[in-house]
């Protein structure tokens, strides 16, 4: 690729709103402090991390409720204040001047956006900024990454840094994919089996015995939510259902369609990647039960408003033989055109419940684009994963929606070239087809674009065991989505981003990123 072009914007990644340059230059390279309200404490310290992660100098934060923004002082100063009503919590305004930097957000998330952009100026310039106004503001509310963790275990400090670059991209929501037919990743309380043998399965790929396994317990969760809050990111669990649900018949198999006949029959964690015919047993009504008491942990340790329940590639066959699934079906009579037991319809019906009880908590329900069926309340969210023509149907049929389409866009799991060397599975996604999706396909009815919220990235980890592949995988895909997601329509421009990323590579370099060349 050709990153000779000249960049504009600074190098930002992703491309602001507006960005007009200045004479002059602040110089910030030798440190300098930073001066904001109480109320924004916590962002300024963030602030202060990255200049002196990216800088190695001294960023010391003051208190000050009546901030003046004097830049009169013989030192550069660097400035957060708030601003009234202006473009939403995520607005801000960075003016950059010799004497120092002003950050003007509107509320605390703005803060951190511009922050982000304060810290990728810093680095590429090693603390001397050109003198510039920016302005700017996201494009879609829901800006998201998804983390497979149940197929290869990742760890606390890694997912950490997976949230700073979220945040230093511009990201708000974190999708952790907790549960799966290879591993249960949750600690319960209630039910530690679930993650004593859920989350530890045989590696048949090797010679010689190799165990994978890891779970998160209450600690590990409370610290990833404190770490993405002060980032401002929404941490999203996925707790798969009614499919992808073998790791937890490993230690429920009672939860089964065959464990309703035979409770001793054995399940274990897969080994194997795919979709498995067990799924949860929809006439049980043990299952609801026990999920209850797991979204009853999950809603205390989750502070967000959204719990994300799966609904994909679920196999109708042992609902169809099973007693208690097909008395299930004729006590509430679903059937297909034809008369016939409709499996399907008790798959919306069990969605339903799902939907039901996070609402009963306080929470939204998500889903995979499965869940979206005529009875299905409009508050749930349809994740649209499997083409743009589940997008555009998903709004129409006026719910909220998240694109992420597998087809050249989302999926970054993918191969990034043809090149039968290059890592990855199940199709090619390169960094210029991501940079061409647009969440808004064709399709849409009149008056139903406000119906897709937002679109994300999706890193599925069956092929992958270590952080360093993780990263490969996604960058710099994944600031190539980020851009997508942030900035304007109209201001997105392929070539300059491809000279924006020759300044910008060097700062995922800084930050030890495994991105690839």
């Known amino acids: 690729m050709n990153y000779k072009k000249k960049s504009r914007c600074g190098g930002l990644v992703p491309a602001p709103a507006f960005y007009r340059e200045r004479r002059g230059i602040c110089d910030i390279s030798h440190g300098c402090s930073i001066v904001a309200p109480f109320d924004w404490l916590d962002e300024a310290r ?6 002196e992660r990216a800088l190695i100098k001294g960023f010391p934060v003051e208190i000050d409720d009546e901030v003046s923004s004097s830049l009169s002082s013989r030192e550069p100063r660097l400035f957060i204040s708030k601003r009234g009503k202006v473009g939403g919590e995520e607005w801000h305004k960075i003016d950059i001047e010799p004497a120092g930097i002003r950050l003007l957000a509107e509320g605390a998330a703005g803060v951190v956006r511009g922050a982000s952009s304060i ?10 900024i050109p003198a510039a106004t920016i302005e700017d503001y996201p494009r879609f509310a829901w800006r998201g990454l998804m983390l497979d963790t149940a197929r290869s275990y990742f760890g606390i400090a890694f997912i950490e840094k997976m949230l700073d670059l979220a945040a230093l991209h511009k990201l708000n929501t974190l999708h952790w994919h907790l549960t799966d037919d290879q591993a249960w990743r949750l600690e319960l309380s209630f039910a530690p089996e679930a ?11 090797y010679n010689l015995p190799l165990w994978r396994a890891g779970s998160y317990g209450v600690a590990d969760i409370a610290r990833i ?48 990647f795919g979709v498995f015919d067990d799924i949860l047993c929809a006439g049980n009504d043990d299952v609801f039960s026990f999920i209850g008491r797991v979204l009853d942990e999950v809603c205390a340790l989750f502070p967000g408003p959204y719990v994300h329940m799966g609904g994909d590639e679920a196999p109708k066959g042992k609902w169809r033989t099973c007693p208690r699934c097909v008395s299930r079906m004729e006590t509430l009579n679903f059937r297909d055109e034809k008369g016939e037991l409709d499996p399907e319809r008790l798959q919306a019906w069990f969605m339903g419940r799902m939907a039901d009880m996070l609402a009963a908590r306080g929470r939204r329900m998500i889903g995979w684009d499965e869940i979206m069926n005529e009875t299905l309340g409009r508050d ?54 991501c940079y061409a999706f647009d969440p808004v396909p064709q399709g849409i009815d ?37 851009e997508v997601f942030w900035t304007p329509k109209a201001r997105r421009n392929y070539p300059d981003f491809l000279a924006r990323m020759s300044v910008h590579r060097r700062r995922l370099d800084a930050w030890g990123v495994n991105s690839r060349r």
């Open 46 to 51: 963030l602030l202060s991390e990255w200049l």
């Open 119 to 128: 810290a990728q100026l810093a680095l590429s310039g090693k603390g001397r």
């Open 195 to 205: 993650a004593e043998i859920g989350s530890r399965r045989l590696d048949g790929r």
């Open 225 to 272: 939510v404190e770490y993405a809050r002060i980032r401002h990111i929404t941490i999203v669990p996925e707790i798969e259902t009614p499919g992808h649900a073998v790791a937890l018949l490993a230690s429920h198999p009672e939860f089964s369609c065959a464990g309703a006949a035979d409770a001793d029959k054995v399940f274990k964690p897969e080994d194997r």
């Open 380 to 433: 749930s969210v349809v994740m649209a994963w499997r083409n743009e023509g589940r997008i555009a149907a998903a709004a129409n049929a006026s719910f909220d929606v998240v694109a992420c389409p597998q087809t050249k866009a989302c999926y970054l799991d993918h191969k990034q070239t043809e090149e039968p060397e290059e890592p990855g599975q199940l199709g090619v996604c390169t960094l210029e087809d």
């Open 446 to 482: 009149p008056g139903q674009e406000e119906r897709i919220i937002g679109a994300q990235g999706n890193l599925w980890s069956e092929l992958l065991c270590f952080g360093r592949q993780a990263e490969y995988m996604l960058f710099p895909r994944l600031c190539a989505l980020a």
